[in-house]
């Protein structure tokens, strides 16, 4: 079995993300911040009863 660094970190993934274009570190980041923020709101909107569901969920989706 391979021996990780004390903060968990592996050597691959962090050569990875050196080797990305800022850009790209950019993009990565802000979906990282979306997921964040969003995975809490939409699983409250899942498991929410019918008519808390639908209020949460027209907060995120506006009906046609």
Known sequence: MKQLPKDGS???LMDRIAA?????KIVLIVFIIWA????PKWTAAI???GE???????FFITPR
């Open 36 to 39: 964040i923020q969003a995975i």
């Open 52 to 58: 808390t569901s639908a209020r949460i969920m027209t």
């Open 10 to 12: 592996s050597p691959e």
């Open 47 to 49: 498991v929410a009863d």
């Open 20 to 24: 990305m274009s800022r850009g790209r």
